[in-house]
């Protein structure tokens, strides 16, 4: 079984809708990120949060919110999508020690019409 | 100008070519360094962390300098299941930053 999960993988909805994405992992790690990926821009940080009391914004996350319903679940809000939020969303784990890397899930892909 | 920068390619190269990508970080307090793979449309996957003395895992050879900010990767005797996106990520505390990454394609 994948060590880290999302759902769903792929989703078409309609401008102002509200979308849930959602993760979950079982490496144990405190430290969850959301992304998303555009064509030529990399991926930029949406959210990203250190236990389930510490949130913070990335660089991106007007449009967004999350919760962190337990250390393994962390799941990104779109309250009203709009077209530009197209893209593909993966969600990212990491122990926080310093040098080791990111585990990332299996990414999803959201159109927005 | 972007914190960390790639060539995004396409590298379209024969196989059994050697192959080399450079990555270039804006920050000198980053503090930790990685090469990731990406297939198209799947999620990035951790090919090797990068370390001041160079490291090397079979094919693959990588090294940072840190005084000109830069880290490379080398794929030797590459192979048609080399093609893919290869990212530079440059970790600095909790952030990690992604290159937009650079394409490979091995032809047969």
């Not at chain 2, 190269?13 to 799947?42: H, I, L, M």
């Not at chain 2, 996106?85 to 440059?90: N, Q």
């Amino acid at each position: 079984d994948a060590d880290v999960t999302q759902t769903p993988r792929n989703r078409i909805t309609k401008t102002g809708k509200r979308i849930m994405l959602e993760c979950s992992q079982t490496k144990g790690h405190d430290r969850m990120y959301w992304y998303r990926q555009d064509p030529g821009l990399g991926l930029r940080l949406i959210y990203y949060s250190f236990d389930v009391k510490d949130i913070n914004k990335g660089e991106i996350s007007d449009g967004y919110s999350v919760s962190r319903q337990a250390q393994a679940k962390f799941s990104l809000s779109l309250e009203s999508a709009i077209p530009n939020q197209t893209a593909l969303y993966f969600c990212a784990t990491s122990d926080g020690l310093l040098g080791n890397e990111q585990f990332f899930g299996p990414g999803t892909r959201l159109t927005v019409l | 100008r972007k914190e960390v920068e790639q060539d995004p390619g396409p590298f379209n190269v024969p196989e059994g070519a050697t192959v080399a990508f450079n990555c270039t970080y804006s920050n000198s307090a980053s503090q930790s360094f990685f090469w990731y793979r990406q297939d198209c449309r799947k999620e990035p996957k951790l090919l090797m962390s990068v370390y001041s003395s160079g490291n090397e895992d079979g094919r693959f050879t990588a090294q940072l300098n840190r005084a000109s900010q830069y880290i490379s990767l080398l794929i030797r005797d590459s192979k048609l299941s080399d093609s893919a996106t290869y990212l530079c990520v440059v970790g600095q505390g909790y952030k990690y930053i992604f290159g937009t990454g650079t394409r490979l394609k091995v032809l047969a």
